[in-house]
């Protein structure tokens, strides 16, 4: 199949099921069995552009595929383009924002995730890979899918307050120990920096890695510190939808994008399954991946952050 192929069958897919989501304002309906299948296509699409680092032609497609996959939804899709100093010259970066409003009005919750893959596979077991760029399938295209799923779910099912879904781009661009991570959430966070208070976000949650086959999400340490309340809420939830890869103890302590919204006070979360051999690896590929772990964290977030 080709790629222009599988995109049309993405959004072909997708509009048939505008059909069976409906609903409308209200409680929250649970999740239409077809989430699974929906945000397999939005994962597989992704990894179907290659990698996806700054400056590539993955990195334009998957950007493309976002705004499309909005579109499709008749949904806003904000481009807020930012550039990066490198020895090289500007590196042109976006960050894109699909608003979504709540059936009340208040400060929004952000969801992020970043879109961009890193630009070499520094953690390969085989030196000869460590130069090469990774695909990407749960670091980057995982995190993405969720967020396109919700993006669909929260136009279905309004949430409580309004909701941002922002899509980082620069989360991986650095070389290890150099401080070039995480440069779409720091922009975004600079650009909150010139609003008033009252319009920052309510909260922040960050998916990244979540959609390992052998899915394990743990309490992150930083978002124990910042956000405990919402981990509760998350915990809890899963627990009551009967999902064990959420395991509601503190476990690993992970720089990511939820500590640029820390750096301003706000509680910041990251979702993330940090038990994963292929990080940075060029085996982090759609084989290690599974529909169902992407449903239950799209479950969890669905449930959560339609009631806050
Ligand atoms: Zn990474």
Redo the contacts with the bound molecule.
């Keep these: 199949m080709t790629r222009l192929s599988r995109w049309l069958l993405g959004v072909v897919c997708a509009g048939g099921l505008l059909l069976a989501a409906g609903g409308g304002p209200g409680p929250l309906a649970g999740p239409s069995p077809d989430y699974p299948r929906i945000l397999w296509e939005h994962l597989a699409t992704q990894v179907s552009f290659g990698p996806r680092p700054p400056g590539s032609a993955g990195h334009l497609n998957a950007r493309q595929y976002i705004k499309s996959v909005a579109g499709g939804l008749g949904l806003e899709v904000r481009e807020m383009r930012f550039a990066h100093s490198t020895s090289g010259g500007a590196l042109w970066l976006s960050n894109l924002e699909i608003p979504l409003p709540g059936r009340e009005a208040g400060r929004p919750v952000l969801l992020g995730a970043h879109y961009d893959t890193?630009p070499f596979s520094d953690e390969d077991p085989e030196p000869a890979n460590r130069t090469k760029p990774l695909l990407g399938a749960n670091?980057g295209a995982s995190g993405t899918a969720v967020l396109l799923g919700l993006a669909r779910y929260f136009r279905d099912h309004p949430p409580r307050r309004p909701v941002r879904l922002v899509f980082f781009d620069g989360?991986?661009y650095g070389r290890k120990f150099s401080d070039e991570y995480f440069l779409g959430s720091r922009e975004y966070a600079r650009s909150l920096r010139r609003l008033d208070r009252d319009r920052w976000p309510f909260c922040v949650l960050i998916i990244d890695m979540v959609g390992d086959r052998d899915l394990q999400i743990y309490k992150e340490v930083y978002s124990h510190e910042s956000a405990p309340w919402l981990l509760d809420l998350i915990f809890k939830t899963a627990r009551r939808l009967g999902y064990t890869p959420f395991i509601p103890k503190p476990r690993h302590t992970i720089r990511d994008d939820h500590l640029a919204f820390q750096a301003l006070g706000l509680p910041a979360a990251v979702l993330i399954d940090f038990d994963y051999p292929y990080?940075?690896t060029q085996e982090d590929t759609l084989d290690k991946c599974s529909p169902e772990s992407l449903f239950q964290v799209f479950s969890v977030v669905a449930e959560v952050v339609g009631n806050l």
């Design positions: 890193r670091d989360e991986d990080w940075h």
